[in-house]
């Protein structure tokens, strides 16, 4: 069997798993303030003792970026809201899920439950000195996204309806003003934060394989250097959870479009050997004569569209070392994560969320 793929020129190996996610870069961010000894006992002591309800939503940050006090920043995970449609285990009290996208299956009262959970734990926290909440002094802005290339400007404070999601279409939003949270929905696309730190500028990118196509993230950073003075120094990136190229296999099409528009779309493809146990097991049963890639037994080509958008961020002037990526892929842990395509479509939306702080 190996010989034979060796004879195409091809390798075989086992449908690349998550090797146990690195949070490289990256943590929770009780796990990262809880430095001394004193902060972790405090900490300790407000972690969920048996058959207590949960603890509110798991919000993912960049440690790197705790420095910006006026910064408000994270993504979110499925745990942490009231939703129940897409675990039933989730009914138990307390367990519920954080949809924060309008989905069929789910009441639109439970998504503002679960945004409004959100935001008060990204603004409010829950190791933050007590201090009166904000969140009630941020808007939430979101888009209709459209898989395009299509960056807006969010200003201002906007009617309720306005700010919701069917007003504005597009896939990038920029914002100056405190007071303004973008937020990105995604279950397997790249949502991508930016932040000019010396103007204190913030924007926020959902890139799937036809934004990222679409070079959503290198026009949006070229638009906060061309229309708002950002210098590539003062500029650092972050990519959320999505899916990753263990997971995510795509059509030769796909291919075809990347290699067009980019020099280097080579490096963001990797063929790779799906392992079926019946055929690992009788291999025998499934030879054909077909040449490589015409059989079942034939690569499945896996696209990286985090290293495709970290060379976009690279490309349009962001240092590399200012570059953070979680790694985390949706599809590998949907235990963690909504996953459209581990999951089949049925699932929630998680936001990836940046804004300045009022
Ligand atoms: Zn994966």
Redesign the pocket.
Known sequence: MDALFRLAGLTRGPHRK?TAPSESGLTRKKKTVSTTKKQRARAASKLQKPGQANTGPEILRVPQWEQYDWLIHGFSTRSGGVSTAYRPGARKPGCGELNLGPTAADSRDNVERNRALFAHALLDGTDRKARPSQTKKVQLRLLRQIHSGLVRRATGRVDADAASEESLRGDGMIATEPGTLLGIQTADCIPVLVVDVRQRIVAAFHAGWRGTLARIVERGVGCLRAEFGSRPGDLTAAIGPG??R??YSVGEEVRTEFDSQFAYADALFEEVFDLDPIKEKYPMLFLTARAPGHSNLGPSLHLDLVEANRRQLMDAGIAPEKIYALNL?T??DTRRFFSHRAEQGFTGRMIGAIGIRP
């Open positions: 998550a899916i990753g263990c997971c892929c599809a590998c």
